[in-house]
């Protein structure tokens, strides 16, 4: 293993559910089929070349309303509501989003966590980047995803904030290039040393943020009342330290290792998450979690295929682009992700059926964006394939997000500088 850690030990019940569920994802992904997907809702090439124009409106629309936010919060808080009505209307007409999709991610209850997030985070990190606020703000995100399927509302609390927090503390910490091997297994050391309980005095500024978020923690969720919030702290922990494996650039690492290694620390990162967001979690609960952050780390790797392959980080889909099978590899990510929703058995209520199927539109579309970014590792009767499921055409989305970063660079400084912003994120006031 790498870096030679000792493990901290979890409690024999939780580590016995959570190697029965490495093991039946394991066995799920295996039995996705590695052929193209089945094409039942598709789009012709005239409807997506309307969609194409409606979305170059609204991208012009909205580079409008960004150049001339308001001042006021009164009319801010009237500019935010302008906006959210367009796009309601434009993914509705152009994207066939239903209602009760934008009534879920423009919930009052889902803005008022985001925006007390921001601030929160900046009062404990002044100096965070956005790129760093960006990645803790997702996990909000499904944090409250998952309050939702566990029949609350989304709202922040102090572990959500904390668990949230912590990724870019220590999974970013340790992805840099430059801290040395030795490092990295103090790092890793201490911080499970710290989520097993034990009392360190922090090395380094880094490490006291560390260790006062796990404290955030401990104080909602008592060790002794909450065993399980903390042994799913100590798997996600694992997770990371088996994932540094990852980083060898000239050992290509066993395909099923991999594979291992990939289900092991998605599932528990949001198998974490539930056991945050809950206190405690039936088993069949925490089985689709698990199966749910399997999805969303792989579906992380299609996307940072690119960026990955130039660090020399080893994924499932760097690997397989290495060996030019990227195509099936897909397709078995496909075929994985609507195995995993489907398999929603505890969640039945209406609500949660309308949620499934929003992760279900979110994931497809990020999957079709992340095709159409390495359009290069694909061959073009597969990209013809793919592209039909897509509401706007495989060139159009490489177009579109070089322009709309082009614009906003453009325009972001004197926005901000006009409104004395610091980041985008100020924008949810």
Same mark, same amino acid.
């Given at each position: 293993?790498?870096?030679?850690?000792?493990?901290?030990?979890?409690?024999?019940?939780?580590?016995?559910?959570?190697?029965?569920?490495?093991?039946?994802?394991?066995?799920?992904?295996?039995?996705?089929?590695?052929?193209?997907?089945?094409?039942?809702?598709?789009?012709?090439?005239?409807?997506?070349?309307?969609?194409?124009l409606e979305t170059g409106s609204l991208t012009d629309s909205m580079d409008k309303?960004?150049?001339?936010?308001?001042?006021?919060?009164?009319?801010?808080?009237?500019?935010?509501? *302008?906006?959210?009505?367009?796009?309601?209307?434009?993914?509705?007409?152009?994207?066939?989003?239903?209602? &009760?999709?934008?009534?879920?991610?423009?919930?009052? #209850?889902?803005?008022?966590? &985001?925006?007390?997030?921001?601030?929160?985070?900046?009062?404990?990190?002044?100096?965070?980047?956005?790129?760093?606020?960006?990645?803790?703000?997702?996990?909000?995100?499904?944090?409250?995803?998952?309050?939702?399927?566990?029949?609350?509302?989304?709202?922040?609390?102090? @572990?959500?904030?904390?668990?949230?927090?912590?990724?870019?503390?220590?999974?970013?910490?340790?992805?840099?290039?430059?801290? &040395?091997?030795?490092?990295?297994?103090?790092?890793?050391?201490?911080?499970?040393?710290?989520?097993?309980?034990?009392?360190?005095?922090?090395?380094?500024?880094? #490490?006291?943020?560390?260790?006062?978020?796990?404290?955030?923690? #401990?104080?909602?969720?008592?060790?002794?009342?909450?065993?399980?919030?903390? &042994? @799913?702290?100590?798997?996600?922990?694992?997770?990371?330290?088996?994932?540094?494996?990852?980083?060898?650039?000239?050992?290509?690492?066993?395909?099923?290792?991999?594979? *291992?290694?990939?289900?092991?620390?998605?599932?528990?990162?949001?198998?974490?998450?539930?056991?945050?967001?809950?206190?405690?979690?039936?088993?069949?609960?925490?089985?689709?979690?698990?199966?749910?952050?399997?999805?969303?780390?792989?579906?992380?790797?299609?996307?940072?295929?690119?960026?990955?392959?130039?660090?020399?980080?080893?994924?499932?889909?760097?690997?397989?682009?290495?060996?030019k099978q990227v195509e099936s590899l897909t397709n078995r990510l496909w075929n994985?992700?609507?195995?995993?929703?489907?398999?929603?058995?505890?969640?039945?209520?209406?609500?949660?059926?309308?949620?499934?199927?929003?992760?279900?539109?979110?994931?497809?579309?990020?999957?079709?964006?992340?095709?159409?970014?390495?359009?290069?590792?694909?061959?073009?009767?597969?990209?013809?394939?793919?592209?039909?499921?897509?509401?706007?055409?495989?060139?159009?989305?490489? *177009?579109?997000?070089?322009?709309?970063?082009?614009?906003?660079?453009?325009?972001?400084?004197?926005?901000? *500088?006009?409104r004395k912003l610091q980041s985008v994120f100020d924008l949810l006031g």
């Amino acid at each position: 293993m790498y870096p030679a850690v000792k493990l901290p030990e979890r409690e024999p019940g939780f580590d016995e559910d959570l190697q029965a569920f490495v093991e039946k994802y394991i066995a799920i992904w295996q039995a996705s089929a590695a052929d193209p997907p089945a094409l039942t809702a598709t789009y012709t090439v005239a409807e997506q070349q309307s969609s194409e124009l409606e979305t170059g409106s609204l991208t012009d629309s909205m580079d409008k309303e960004f150049r001339n936010y308001p001042g006021g919060k009164k009319q801010q808080s009237a500019w935010r509501e *302008r906006v959210f009505a367009t796009l309601r209307e434009f993914g509705k007409t152009s994207f066939r989003v239903p209602d &009760s999709h934008f009534d879920i991610i423009f919930s009052p #209850e889902y803005f008022q966590s &985001s925006r007390e997030f921001v601030h929160k985070a900046r009062g404990f990190d002044p100096k965070m980047g956005n790129e760093a606020l960006a990645q803790a703000l997702r996990n909000v995100w499904v944090m409250n995803c998952l309050q939702m399927f566990l029949g609350g509302r989304p709202s922040l609390t102090p @572990s959500i904030f904390a668990y949230s927090m912590l990724y870019p503390y220590t999974d970013n910490h340790l992805d840099r290039p430059e801290l &040395s091997i030795k490092s990295k297994e103090i790092a890793c050391r201490r911080l499970g040393l710290r989520l097993s309980g034990e009392v360190l005095a922090p090395r380094d500024k880094q #490490e006291a943020a560390v260790f006062r978020l796990i404290e955030m923690i #401990e104080g909602e969720f008592p060790r002794d009342a909450f065993p399980g919030v903390h &042994s @799913s702290l100590l798997a996600i922990h694992t997770g990371q330290v088996q994932s540094l494996s990852q980083q060898h650039p000239l050992e290509i690492p066993d395909e099923q290792r991999l594979l *291992r290694i990939s289900i092991a620390k998605g599932g528990s990162s949001v198998l974490a998450d539930g056991w945050l967001v809950a206190g405690a979690l039936a088993r069949e609960e925490a089985d689709f979690f698990f199966g749910y952050g399997v999805m969303l780390q792989l579906l992380d790797d299609l996307q940072d295929l690119p960026e990955d392959r130039a660090a020399g980080h080893w994924t499932l889909f760097t690997r397989t682009a290495w060996t030019k099978q990227v195509e099936s590899l897909t397709n078995r990510l496909w075929n994985f992700m609507h195995a995993v929703l489907n398999s929603m058995n505890c969640f039945t209520s209406p609500r949660c059926l309308e949620i499934r199927d929003l992760i279900r539109r979110s994931s497809t579309m990020l999957m079709l964006r992340a095709i159409a970014e390495c359009d290069e590792l694909f061959s073009s009767e597969y990209l013809q394939h793919m592209e039909r499921i897509s509401p706007l055409r495989f060139a159009y989305l490489k *177009r579109q997000r070089k322009e709309i970063t082009a614009r906003f660079r453009e325009a972001w400084p004197a926005v901000a *500088r006009r409104r004395k912003l610091q980041s985008v994120f100020d924008l949810l006031g």
